[in-house]
């Protein structure tokens, strides 16, 4: 699999690998600049198998960092927001080795912890007896041990941790890069080009930038994530394809980056990370009628499957990926995949079930032609009175209002009913408070149940996002008055 890998960066050779602010990079000199990483992780004794962070957003630096580390049989564990709090989180439950910084400068490589060093306890349950004497690095007590083969490289990604702590998930690499591998390389330079938006410690980031630079296409780096330096670049480059959220689709479009730029190459954008409203999808379609809309799917810890939207404009798609499968128990889309992560390590793997299927706490409905549709998430139900509310029904009604922008629904605790239903309202134009409030109640009478209607509705200028580009549900510092 290594020797395919650096085979095929030499036979793409002078092909364009990276547009790395601004400036392109040739496959030759991604692999010269992976080959020079692995010699500097040598310098700095970072050993083989053993885990190291990786601190930094995508660049030259880390997408050969990442590589290096790969054909090295690391474990890698990339972080683009490197705090104390998540340094410490993986220093507990990964023991890395080394630290490096990849900036658009170079590369810096910082000591932490032996990966033999098992004074604070095992690692992701492992016995600590395991992880001590000669070759522990390789023993079933280190995140390596893990991965059941000695030859393997492995990847630890975070959750978003909106609920608490996050979820430390570990991969193995080596699988995540074979699917890619099985795949034809590109016959044509510049047949595909990508802009890297989702973030580069994101599952969704990790398959975009495989999906790309295994095959010869070509991956757009931003410097930041705005939309108007997103719709720079693919008027610069004539990018063909656009994964985003759609959240991030509603930006684009409610600040007219899309008639401010040309935005005309565009021949697919990909939405994900977040159920999509019927309402928002029209706009999306109308907006770029011309470009094929496809919904993906995925989560942190099965990877993302290939899927088939029913057409442009509808939100039903089907998962047509032969390493993926699906059920649907209460409601809930449970999956089984060939990506499937190895567990967490600082978790119990409760989301599993007894037989191996991974919950993923995604609420569906499935046509009789097998197409599904994603309601919202189970942990985001509103309970009313034992009334129940999934937010995005309600945000793709008030979509519908010609006053309003962007909205999001969310509950909050009330003594009476159990929960209370909320919305932060960016509207269209100038308008008072009482004036939204007044037009939203009025809008909503006879489209959707009573209890459904807001008793909390909150003028915002603007939405919370994450900086995995999804809406944020609870807005602790929103106006509630």
Partial sequence: MREELVRRFEDFGTRTALFDRGAAVTYAELLKRIRDTRERLVLHEVKPRETVVVHGDYSLNSVATLFALFLSRNVVVPVVRLTDSTLDTLVEHCRPGHLVRTTEAGVEIQDLVEPTDVSTGPVGGADPAA?????????????HG?????????????????????KVILHSLDVLV???????????????????????????????????????????LPRHRTPDEVC?????????????????LNLIMVGNYHRRYDLSSLRLITYGTEPMSDELLQRVHRTFPGVRLLQTFGTS?????????????????KISDAGVEYRIVDG???????????????YDDDSLTEDRWFRTGDLVEEAADGYLRIKGRAKEVINVGGEKLLPLELESVLLGSPLVEDCVVY??????????????????????????????????????????V????????????????KKLRSRPGADEQ
Avoid at 233 to 247: G, K, Q
Avoid at 428 to 440: D, N, Q, S
Wanted: aromatic share 4%; hydrophobic share 35%.
């Fill in 131 to 143: 992880a001590t004497g000669p070759g522990a690095a390789e023993g079933s007590g280190t995140v």
């Fill in 146 to 166: 893990r991965l059941g083969d000695p030859d393997a490289a492995g990847l630890v990604l975070l959750s978003s941790g909106s609920t608490g702590a996050p």
């Fill in 178 to 220: 074979g699917e890619k591998l099985e795949k034809r390389p590109r016959r044509r330079p510049n047949a595909l080009n990508i802009l890297m938006v989702l973030m580069f410690d994101h599952i969704g980031g990790i398959n975009s930038l495989l999906s790309t630079l295994l095959v010869g296409g070509t991956a757009v």
């Fill in 232 to 248: 720079a670049l693919i008027e610069r480059h004539r990018i063909l394809i656009l994964p985003t959220s759609p959240t991030y």
């Fill in 301 to 317: 810890e099965t990877g993302i499957a290939t899927t088939t939207s029913e057409s442009s404009s509808s939100t039903y798609f």
């Fill in 332 to 346: 809930e889309l449970q999956l089984r995949s060939r990506t499937q992560f190895l567990g967490y390590l600082n």
């Fill in 411 to 452: 509950g909050r605790p009330n003594a009476i009913t159990g929960q209370s239903v909320c919305v932060d309202i960016k509207p269209r134009g100038e308008l008072t408070r009482a004036a939204l409030r007044k037009h939203v109640t009025e809008f909503l009478v006879g489209r959707v149940e009573p209890f459904k």
């Fill in 454 to 469: 807001p008793s909390k509705i909150n003028l915002v200028d603007t939405l919370a996002m994450s900086d995995r580009l």
